[in-house]
C-alpha cells in the first residue's frame, strides 16, 4: 500500500500522496484534515512520511481495532480504485491505467502475470472477490 502511493519512488510520502491515499481508500476529508493527519503522521517534523512512520500508524490503528485491520475491507476500497468502469471486475487495461496513475510503469508481461495470479476463473479480468480473497490470503502469509 505504501509504495503504491509513493508516487515520486522516494520511499516517503509528501502530503499530497498521503492525500491521495486517504482519498482513495474512500475517506473525505477537508483539505484541514488532510494536513492534520499529515502532521500526526509525520512524526519526525521531517515533511515527509517514511514507511516506519505510516507503518507505526498502521499498527496504532490495528491496536485501537482490537488488533484486527480488516484486509477485506480494505482490499474492496483497493479494488474500486482499479475498477473504473464500476462492472465489478478489473481488465488488464484497468489494472495498466491505475499503475500509470499511480506513478508504476508495469509492462504488459507484468499485468499478465499478475491477472494469472489473481484471476482464478481464467475470464481474463479481476472479480472483486478474486481480489479479496488474494490479498487476505497475501496478508494471512505476511502475519504468519
Known sequence: LF???????SGEL?????AELIAQLGSKLT??????????????GGGTVDFREFAT?????????????DYAALAEKM???????????VSEQEILEQMEKMGKNWDRASIQYFLSEVDKDGSG?????EFVEYVTKIQAAVNG
Open 125 to 129: 479480468e479481476i472479480e472483486k472477490h
Open 79 to 89: 479494488f474500486a480504485m482499479f475498477d473504473h468502469t464500476g462492472d465489478g471486475v
Open 14 to 18: 509528501d502530503e499530497g500522496e498521503v
Open 31 to 44: 483539505a484541514e484534515e488532510n494536513r492534520s493527519l499529515f502532521r500526526i503522521m509525520d512524526a519526525d
Open 57 to 69: 500508524v498502521i499498527l496504532h490503528q490495528k491496536a485501537a481495532t482490537g488488533g484486527r485491520i
Open 3 to 9: 509504495n503504491a502511493f509513493d508516487d515520486d519512488g
